[in-house]
């Protein structure tokens, strides 16, 4: 059975950090590309950094360049997304996902607050 578990949430202010983790068992992770995702209040979900299965590529939405950078750790089977330079608009609840032949599969997101 597929699961991802995020975690690393919380309040922040801006112009703070924050490290996502998502921890993933039941499939092989090492041979799935990476996702976060965000979705803010009222809009729709949206890919925020993706990386590739060998983890030498990534790629990121135009409003997080720069400062967000998603890396994983095979050994851990886990995925991480380090923010930084966090901005209000950044809020949102983060979910990580990935995909294979059998379907899509999400976390239940964590929630990052960026507030003063």
């Known amino acids: 059975q597929v699961q991802l578990v995020e975690s690393g949430g919380g309040l922040v202010q801006p112009g703070g950090s924050l490290r996502l983790s998502c921890t993933a068992s039941?499939?092989?992770?090492?041979?799935?590309?990476m996702n976060w995702y965000r979705q803010a209040p009222g809009k729709e979900r949206g890919v925020v950094a993706t990386i590739s299965t060998t983890g030498g590529s990534t790629n990121y939405a135009d409003p997080v360049k720069g400062r967000f950078t998603i890396s994983s750790d095979n050994q851990k089977n886990t995925v991480y997304l380090q923010m930084n330079s966090l901005k209000p608009e950044d809020t949102a609840v983060y979910y990580c996902?990935?995909?294979?032949?059998?379907?899509?599969?999400w976390g239940q997101g964590t929630q990052v607050t960026v507030s003063s």
């Open positions: 996902k990935t995909n294979d032949a059998d379907g899509t599969y």
């Open positions: 039941g499939f092989a992770f090492s041979s799935h590309a």
